[in-house]
């Protein structure tokens, strides 16, 4: 039971990982808690908006841009619908901070993008009505990832390219050891390999306290939830995806796909939860429905009607950016986590990256945004 590379989490960074190694001809094993795709963790729901001229920061484009070479590639090798170019629309104050990154790392990296005045937005979206001190930065090649399908074809390749799955098969205990790690699961399996891949989404936190690692992951209960629509302001081919950054709170949302509605969901807030534990409801929380129906009748005011919500988890960081590195102590062991609500559109370069850094010890990709350093608390457990 030797692997060259086990994965610790098949989600949506680990499935990527697993298929990239196996690619290079390493035995990778992936082990999952549940059978992924699933609805345990963070990648259930349908869809992901991914975009290129990133209000996070201009350091995240260049992985935002090898993610959406890899995403097509996916495509073609697989035949399956993965991305639809719907165009994203980020809207918000010409002077925050998110609104004037999204500006300059279209400049800087030379992306289309169509900077509009509130009135052309309306103009051009009669779904939308935007107050005059907005504006919409409108990116008509960015879109939407069907996130299951994303998942499930990278299962499917991986395996094809002889990885092992082994699903329902929790890690409880992680031993790295000088020339190996010992991996135990909740159903008594042992296994080694020479490297390990943790990519455990909400769960990484506990598992890396194992490893001396306390980092700063704060996993919350986040919902959305589809409405029913007028299909003519609001479908897929007539009508983007969207963010807007609003003076106290962030939304997003997707077209209506395929006739299942409007979807929106709200980025910021969120209640501290237990991975382990049931998440209540959506509907269960006061403002799960009365925030996101305030937010469509002020921006988006046409006729809708709440059809149903899910609840699912963000992992946040306090910078709210992302944790790429390997391990201090043991470079055998590469971590992926802290995704902060925004990573599944770079789970396809992030794979690339956990491959490369544990085959070659480097990435061409810039990772240092996303080191460990930057806590100044970590291994002080
Ligand atoms: C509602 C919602 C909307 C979002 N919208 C967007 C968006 O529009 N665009 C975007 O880019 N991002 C978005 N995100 C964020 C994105 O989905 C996440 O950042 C990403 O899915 C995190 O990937 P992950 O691999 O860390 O976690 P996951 O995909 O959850 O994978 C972790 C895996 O680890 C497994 N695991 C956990 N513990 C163990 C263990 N002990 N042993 C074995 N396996 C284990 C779990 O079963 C799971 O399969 C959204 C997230 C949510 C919740």
Not at 123 to 146: A, H, I
Not at 242 to 248: G, S
Request: a negative charge; one cysteine or more; hydrophobic letters at 40%.
């Amino acid at each position: 039971m030797h692997y060259d590379v086990i994965v610790i989490g098949a989600g949506s960074m680990g499935m990527a990982a697993g298929y990239f190694l196996s690619q290079s001809g390493k035995k990778t094993l992936l082990l999952d808690a549940f059978n992924p795709p699933h609805d345990k963790g963070s990648h259930h729901g349908e869809t992901r908006i991914i975009r290129y001229a990133y209000g996070e920061g201009v350091e995240y484009v260049p992985l935002a841009l090898r993610a959406r070479d890899l995403w097509q590639e996916l495509a073609q090798q697989t035949g399956k619908e993965i991305f639809l170019q719907t165009g994203v629309i980020n809207v918000g104050d010409k002077n925050i901070p998110f609104i004037k990154n999204v500006i300059k790392s279209a400049e800087k990296f030379d992306l289309p993008l169509e900077v509009m005045t509130a009135t052309e937005v309306n103009e051009k979206w009669e779904g939308m009505q935007l107050p005059d001190n907005y504006l919409g930065c409108f990116e008509p090649t960015s879109g939407v990832l069907r996130v299951e399908s994303c998942i499930e074809a990278y299962r499917e390749l991986a395996i094809n390219a002889g990885a092992t799955i082994r699903t329902n098969s929790r890690v409880i205990k992680v031993d790295p050891q000088t020339d190996k790690v010992t991996i135990y699961t909740e159903d008594g399996a042992i296994f080694t390999a020479d490297s390990v891949i943790i990519s455990a989404g909400a769960w990484a936190g506990e598992i890396l306290k194992q490893l001396d690692l306390k980092l700063p992951l704060n996993p919350i209960r986040k919902t959305f939830a589809w409405y029913d629509v007028d299909e003519k302001y609001y479908n897929q081919n007539d009508f983007p995806a969207f963010t807007f950054e609003l003076a106290e709170s962030i939304y997003y949302g997707f077209p209506s796909i395929d006739g299942a509605g409007l979807k929106v969901g709200r980025h910021d807030g969120g209640d501290n939860i237990n991975p382990d534990e049931d998440k209540l409801a959506f509907g269960d929380v006061v403002g799960d429905v009365e925030n996101l129906n305030g937010f469509l009748d002020e921006f988006m005011p046409r006729e809708h009607e709440l059809k149903f919500g899910k609840t699912c988890m963000y992992t946040m960081t306090p910078d709210e950016d992302f944790i790429i590195d390997v391990h201090p102590k043991h470079n055998n062991i590469a971590i992926a986590a802290g995704f902060s609500g925004h990573g599944f559109k770079f789970a396809s370069a992030v794979g690339e990256v956990l491959s490369d850094l544990i085959t070659k010890g480097f990435t061409d990709l810039d990772i240092t945004p996303f080191s460990i350093k930057r806590f100044s608390n970590v291994g002080k457990i």
